[in-house]
């Protein structure tokens, strides 16, 4: 049997005043491809399809229009939900399974024979985005820890693969030791989130892991990463497809996908001939991220902003300055970049002269979680 493990698709990104649909519209057209070429029995998509709770009209479609061709190539899509989907609105592509061959697991079952999936002498099973007030209240304790929470759930799915020839975990979550891009949701990939690998039963044969941007092993488990470069956090990092065949040894082959629009950012120093950066600036292809240090005291920066625009038009995507004593000036956070959990621990530091408590710490990203959750399910 032949599966390819695909995750964080993120329907809907844009970046700035640029939508990134036809970034993945890219990267599905090479998944279908790739689906037909190695004769793909099972996708396997680990969560955030979409970038926001409630994705635009277009975003959908092209997410439906993905899903039908994959149908009509004879293959079955497991889907799962991701922290940045609506529960409810991937639930509604259950009614799908009727008509093509779409699996969908929307949230974390409260019966957890109910989450998995059989396929022959396979069986997925799928964890769609612990939250944990849901997983709170799927009879666990309240007073245990998020991470404790999950490794019990993880371990009452498992019981119910036990029986099948080739076990699958698909998961949407964060483990300990992965590598982040930035790109990912600061709230849900802390220390808090993070679950220990020998928390997952050991029983499965492969770990398929959404949630977290850049493609990586770690020990028996994968994170496909997503599929195109999302912001700039993700420039020059490479994006894959894991192809997974099971037969009596497991193997595990990664896919390279083609970039569309990479993603650059171009650092201009004041002291550089400018004319030299204009011309070599014509010669680059993808989107932009130009940061240029100066003087804030000279007149020919916006000459030089206006100058880039022109040259870089509709793929200049930010213009940042840095001024040269910016290391001696007051700490500030760029609202696309923001990380809530250290500007939180930076003006608790700057106003009470103090590090806060780990446990306050933890109470804060409760906080944000629930404010998530409450986001999603509105």
Not at 4 to 22: C, P, V
Not at 189 to 205: N, Q, S, T
Not at 290 to 297: G, H, N, S
Request: glycine letters at 4%.
């Amino acid at each position: 049997m032949r599966l390819l493990h695909i995750s964080d698709l993120h329907a809907g990104k844009s970046l700035g005043r640029i939508n990134r649909n036809e970034d993945l519209e890219y990267a599905l057209n090479q998944v279908i491809n790739i689906c037909k070429e190695e004769k793909v029995d099972v996708l396997l998509i680990a969560g955030d399809i979409y970038d926001k709770a409630n994705p635009d009209h277009e975003s959908q479609d092209m997410i439906l229009d993905f899903l039908t061709k994959i149908h009509t190539e004879g293959i079955h899509t497991v889907l799962i939900a991701g922290n940045h989907d609506s529960y409810d609105l991937i639930r509604s592509y259950k009614h799908l399974r009727r008509i093509a061959r779409l699996h969908v697991v929307d949230r974390p079952c409260k019966d957890p024979k109910d989450c998995i999936l059989g396929f022959g002498d396979l069986s997925v099973a799928c964890v769609p985005y612990p939250n944990e007030r849901l997983l709170t209240h799927l009879h666990e304790n309240p007073h245990r820890s998020y991470t404790e929470k999950v490794a019990n759930y993880l371990k009452a799915v498992a019981k119910h693969v036990e029986s099948a020839r080739y076990k699958v975990l698909l998961a949407h979550l964060m483990v300990e030791n992965a590598k982040i891009s930035g790109t990912e949701r600061q709230s849900t990939v802390g220390e808090f989130y993070a679950v220990k690998l020998e928390h997952i039963p050991e029983c499965f044969d492969y770990i398929a892991l959404g949630h977290v941007h850049r493609y990586q092993r770690i020990n028996r488990a994968y994170y496909s990463g997503s599929l195109y470069q999302i912001d700039f956090s993700e420039k020059g990092m490479e994006k894959f497809a894991n192809l997974i065949i099971l037969e009596d040894e497991l193997q595990v082959r990664p896919i390279k996908l083609d970039i569309k629009r990479e993603l650059h950012e171009i650092k201009v120093d004041h002291r550089e001939n400018f004319f030299e950066v204009l011309e070599r600036l014509k010669d680059l292809r993808g989107l932009f991220k130009v940061i240029l240090t100066a003087d804030m005291r000279d007149s020919s920066i916006n000459v030089k902003k206006k100058q880039i625009e022109e040259v870089l038009g509709n793929s200049l995507v930010r213009f940042e300055i840095q001024p040269l004593d910016q290391d001696n000036s007051e700490r500030w956070y760029k609202p696309q970049s923001i990380d809530l959990v250290s500007a939180y621990k930076d003006y608790y530091e700057r106003f009470l002269k103090q590090k806060p408590s780990q446990e306050l710490i933890k109470e804060f990203i409760k906080l944000l979680e629930r404010a998530e959750y409450e986001t999603h399910t509105a």
